[in-house]
C-alpha cells in the first residue's frame, strides 16, 4: 500500500514512505478513523502490538448514549458536566452527546450486538448517571466486542493496511506542521510521510504501579506529541477506579463500576459498610469520591484493601450478568458469588492528554489525536462512566472527517518526504541498562507521590526522583521498551508538574493542603517552550 516516495528506497538507515493518512494505535478511536478515511486514500494503522491489543479490549461496564425511551441527550449532557465538575468545554460535550447515538446505531449496522431484555436493548446503570443508559455486550465485554466489529471492518477495506508491532519513536514535525511519524519496526527505522496523522494510541495507566491497563498504556502518544510541540492539557487528572482485585496472586483485574450499579456493596475489612458516611449516593458516588473513601478505610483499619461484597445478590444473576468477572476471578480461586473479594483502586484512564478541537486538530497542522490520548474537553476534571468508549467512535469519526476536510497537499508532503532523506543519516542510540529498576521505581513514586491523594510535600518529592531520569528525555533509542519508559518518564513528569500547578481540589485532582475547589475553573496546559500556563475555561 506505501510507495517509496523517492523510488531509491533507503539513504543511510532510513526508507521514506508515503501514504495518504497515518493512523497510530488501533483501539475504537484508531480503528473507527481508519473507516472514515478508508473511501478517500491510502490508510496505514501501525500498532506496537498485536492488532486490537489496546485498552477497548478490557472495557467491561460499556458505552454510555442516550438511546433509551427514559433518556434525552440533555441529560447525558447535565450528567457529563456536572461530573466533569465545571471543567468541561461544553461544545464538545454536545458534539458527544448529540453524534454519540448516531455512532451506536451504525456501530449495530456493521454487526455489534449489545445485550438486550426481550428485543429491546437493555440498559444499565452506573455510577453519576441519573438514568440507565449504559450499553453492554455479553453482560462485561463491551470493549472487546465493538473491538470486534470494529476490527472485522477494517479488514474489509482494501485500502487499510495495518503494521503490527511497529512504533513510532517521534513525529515528523517542522515549522508546526506534522508530516508523518519515524516507525522503527524490527528494529529497523523508517519514515512515513502522510497528508494527515491521527495519534489514537491511548491512556498512560502503566505509570502507576497499581492500574487496570494493559501493558501498552505508556503514554507514547502524549510524550511524541509533547516532544512535537503540541499542547498537553489538564495531565493531573487521573481516573482512579475504586475497584480493581488486590491479591498478591492476581492481576489488578477490573471489577466493574456496573456491579456497584446492580446492587454490590463495600465493606472495610472488619465487614463495615462504609460509603454512606462519605457520599449520600453512597457506592453509586463519582469514582473519586469512593476512590478517596476506600483509601480512608484502607488507613483507618491499617490494611491494604477493601472488600466488594455481591454474596447478598442472586447467584445465577451475578454470573449471567458477570461472566468475564465471574470466571476470571475463579481462576484466582475469589468466588464472587459465596465469598467477598479483596479489592482497592487503580489507575484507570487519563483524562487529560493532547489539546484538540471538536475536530480532533492539534495546535500543530496536520496532527490530530482522538481517544484517551486526547483532551478534547469532554471529561473536565472527571470523565462520566462509559463515556470513554462513546469518546473513541464520536471523536474517531470526526478525525476522519475532519482530516478528509483539509489534508496537508502532495507537493508539501513530497519535499517532507526529500528532506527527511536528507536529514535522516547519523541517528545514536542509547541504551538504559538499570531498566526494571527505573521502570517499578518510577511507578511506585506516582503511585505514593502523585496517585489519589497528593500534596505539594509529595509531588516536590516525585519532582525530585524524576531528576535522576532527566538524561533519559534527551536521548533516542531502539527498543519498544526502552521508548515505552522514555514515554512514561516524561508523562509521569507532566502529570506531577500539572499536579504541583493546581493549587485546588476538582473532580479527579485531590490536594490535601488545597481541599478546596475554589476558582479551580481554568486549564493546566503543557508545552515545551511555552513551559506551564493557566488557560481560562
Ligand atoms: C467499568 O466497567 O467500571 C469501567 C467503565 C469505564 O471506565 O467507563
Redesign the pocket.
Known sequence: MLSILSGRGYQGSMKVESTDFLIIGSGVAGLRAAIELAPHGQVVVVTKDQPGESSTRY????VAAALSDEDEVGIHLNDTLKAGDGLCRRESVEVLVNEGPTRILELMEWGAEFDKEGSNLSFAL?AAHSKKRVLRAHG?STGKEIERVLVNKVRSLPTVSRYSFAYSPDLIVKDNTCYGAYIIKDRKTSAIVAKATLLATGGAGQIFARTTNPFVATGDGMAISYRAGAVLENMEMVQF?PTALYSPAAPQF?L???MRGEGALLRNINGQEFMKKYHPDGEMATRDVVSRAIVSEIFATKSDHVYLDLTHMDKEFIKNRFPAIYSTCLNYEFDITEQMVPVSPAA??IIGGVKTNIDTLTEIRGLYVAGEAASTGVHGAN?L?????LEGLVFGARAGESIIRNPLDDEEIKDAGLKVERESSGRSFSTIVQYDEIRSKLRKIMWDRAGIIRCDRSLKEALDAFEQWHWILDKEFMTRRELELKNMIQVGLIITTSAMERTCSVGAHFRSDYKEKDNCIYAIDVQKDRGITRELI
Open positions: 472495557a467491561q461496564g460499556g452506573e462485561d477506579h477490573l466493574s463500576e456496573a484507570h484512564y470523565r462512566a462509559s463515556n470513554s468508549l
